[in-house]
């Protein structure tokens, strides 16, 4: 019977990773959230020095953030590209676009999309999470996923505040309110979406689709607010 740590460097070696977990213990899981995002910091500051590097007048992107925009996009980043695809695809593949298009979309989370201002650092370190909520998803542990995301965005948002690295607060001002309100909204949404594909076995058909209608719309409108009125791209944290 195979060591627990012969299972540890199975699951950590690169070829496993677009598969299952070998157990979906929340400790388990766990020990692979801090493995993968220990690579996503390696990145993100190994990414930013390769690009100084390259592009010298590169300035990475710096704008005001909120703690509770930061927490709001664990649901709603989880369920719309790994949730979602997850439980509408119901393969690893399906599971992989949504991720890849979630990673490419950090890098223009930014208000102007000059080659010398784009998010490459951000972009880098999304990598290593792809995998990681990816198997985390089919590993039927998404809930985890949904958590994780929200706790390190938090930390993440706290560390730069507390050095002065990013200028932050609790809840925005302004149109940044504006912005948290409709992102709440699209979260709880896409939540919604989520769990009745989750549950639609037990769900009835009529009200299936009144929930998928209704969520779906709410989603919706929030997006073609967002997107007519704020330029700033929601996705903008790991």
């Avoid at 909204?185 to 209704?214: E, N």
């Amino acid at each position: 019977m195979p060591s627990k740590t012969s299972d540890y460097l199975f699951d950590l070696s690169p070829h496993t990773w677009l598969r299952k977990y070998r157990e979906n213990s929340v400790l388990w899981i766990l020990a692979m959230a801090f493995f993968y995002h220990l690579l996503s910091i390696g990145l993100m500051y190994g990414g930013s020095a390769l690009v100084i590097g390259i592009i010298p007048e590169y300035e990475a992107p710096s704008f005001p953030v909120s703690l509770s925009l930061a927490i709001m996009s664990g649901p709603l980043e989880e369920g719309l590209f790994f949730g979602i695809p997850y439980y509408l695809g119901g393969t690893v593949h399906s599971v992989l676009v949504g991720g890849i298009i979630w990673a490419v979309a950090h890098m223009f989370g930014t208000q102007t999309f000059a080659l010398d201002s784009l998010a490459y650092a951000n972009f880098l370190a999304t990598i290593p999470h792809l995998f990681f909520s990816l198997r985390t998803w089919i590993s039927g542990k998404g809930w985890f996923a949904i958590l994780f995301h929200s706790a390190w965005n938090a930390a993440f948002v706290l560390s730069h505040c507390s050095t002065g690295i990013l200028s932050c607060a609790i809840f925005g001002s302004g149109d940044q309110m504006v912005t948290e309100i409709l992102a709440v909204a699209s979260a709880c949404s896409v939540m919604s979406i989520v769990y009745i594909l989750h549950k639609r076995a037990l769900i009835p058909a009529m009200t299936f689709r009144v929930i998928m209608i209704l969520s779906a719309s709410v989603f919706a409108v929030t997006q073609v607010i967002m997107a007519t009125k704020y330029v700033q791209s929601l996705f903008t944290w790991i």
